[in-house]
């Protein structure tokens, strides 16, 4: 059973950026795929990003490509999203996600999920 936790959300200006994480527990976190999701207000959570167990598969929505990164360190547990130029659209609440086999933008597929980290872009 793998727990998900993220951090390093915040209140941020348009044009800004952060760096989220989300640390793994309780699994061999080099054997997940891990995801990035997100959920604003009165919309269905959508796909971010996507990496694969070794980093060397990235996927992107075309919402973020460009301006956003997801890497991850095996040997810290911990994969990161990487947000620059921040748009008040890309406000939401943000997911990590965990799947040993999958690597892409559905959902459904991933096993493991966190509690979310709030990003709030101002204009």
């Known amino acids: 059973q793998v727990q998900l936790v993220e951090s390093g959300g915040g209140l941020v200006q348009v044009g800004g950026s952060l760096r989220l994480s989300c640390a793994a527990s309780?699994?061999?976190?080099?054997?997940?795929?891990m995801g990035w999701f997100r959920q604003a207000p009165g919309k269905e959570r959508e796909f971010v990003a996507a990496?694969?167990?070794?980093?060397?598969?990235?996927l992107y929505a075309d919402s973020v490509k460009g301006r956003f990164t997801i890497s991850r360190d095996n040997a810290k547990n911990t994969v990161y999203l990487k947000m620059n130029s921040l748009k008040p659209e890309d406000t939401a609440v943000y997911y990590c996600?965990?799947?040993?086999?999958?690597?892409?933008?559905?959902?459904?597929?991933?096993?493991?999920w966190g509690q979310g980290t709030q990003v709030t872009v101002s204009s």
């Open positions: 996600a965990a799947d040993q086999n999958y690597v892409g933008e559905y959902e459904n597929e991933y096993d493991y």
């Open positions: 309780g699994g061999t976190f080099s054997k997940y795929c």
């Open positions: 990496i694969s167990w070794s980093g060397g598969r990235t």
